[in-house]
């Protein structure tokens, strides 16, 4: 079976995915390693590897992908960012992954490096992530393509509506599917859904889901990206704010019940932020029976 991302989530049944990131140290490596070998329980479809702000970790991102794919035979998916890079640099990238077999990239504009105030397009590069999907779908077009959408709205969007046309330019230019920013409220993403096939966007819309495993972190990563608690899911954590193995157990039961909901509803199957950490993942598909 092709490892396209396209096929990937054509199985005719919901797929599991997981993303990981390069960790800093060696005992990093190690623990990410060790979880990647433990989700492989469930089969998944496809593990995706981000990188740094600005490419600090660009490299280690392909060294991952090769060695998850050398390791279990799974599809990877190498995330890729116009932030400083060149048209050039972009395709020298791309030319490494389908080099060592890595079969889907995440197009993304990408966010700004640590201190710089916006994204800041460099001579020879690109600005926005349509131009980044048209570029690899006309220079590799046996290479998937997956895209970032926001069921709450990215925070840089003027609208709803503007952002909502920012993501079928990006389908139009060849992007093969979406992968959504994590949520908690499951009728984001349903509405989501609608207003995306209303608008004549027809690949599949892959919900992001982040288990909660702590709540300061929880709301530090939601303030960045614009994510909503929803209240009752708040007041339960700040509930137990000192007990972080109660605030994982509500995190882990919170993240089945919604992938739970997701599924029976449509849901093309679940990217899982997992964090270099196996755990919740783990907790929450064993209790829906993998």
Request: hydrophobic share 40%; glycine share 10%.
């Amino acid at each position: 079976m092709s490892k396209r991302l396209k096929d990937l989530l054509s199985a005719g049944h919901p797929v599991w995915s997981f993303e990981v990131f390069p960790p800093k140290t060696q005992a990093g490596f190690d623990s990410m390693y060790a979880a990647v070998d433990r989700l492989m329980a469930f089969k998944p479809a496809y593990f995706s590897c981000t990188y740094g702000a600005g490419g600090s970790t660009q490299g280690p991102t392909l060294d991952i992908c090769s060695e998850i794919m050398r390791r279990h035979g799974v599809a990877t998916m190498a995330h890729l960012t116009c932030v400083g890079l060149t048209v050039e640099a972009l395709l020298d990238f791309v030319r490494q992954a389908k080099e060592r077999g890595i079969t889907n990239i995440m197009a993304l504009r990408g966010d700004p490096p640590k201190g710089q105030e916006g994204f800041q397009k460099i001579a020879g590069g690109l600005g926005y992530a349509n131009e980044l999907v048209a570029l690899l779908h006309k220079e590799f077009p046996g290479m998937g393509i997956g895209v970032g959408g926001y069921p709450e709205t990215h925070q840089e969007a003027k609208s709803p509506v503007d952002d909502l046309q920012y993501l079928k330019n990006k389908v139009d230019a060849g992007a093969d599917a979406v992968v959504c920013q994590l949520f908690y409220d499951n009728d984001d993403y349903f509405r989501f859904v609608e207003n995306c096939h209303k608008l004549g966007i027809r690949v599949p819309l892959v919900p992001g889901l982040l288990p909660i495993v702590n709540f300061p972190q929880i709301q530090r990563i939601t303030s960045l990206c614009g994510a909503r608690l929803p209240k009752s899911l708040h007041a339960e954590l700040e509930k137990h704010k000192d007990d972080p193995g109660a605030a994982a157990k509500i995190g882990a039961e919170h993240a089945r019940k919604q992938t739970e909901g997701l599924i029976r509803q449509g849901a093309p199957g679940v990217h899982f932020y997992v964090l270099n950490q196996a755990e919740a993942a783990h907790q929450v598909l064993t209790a829906l029976g993998g």
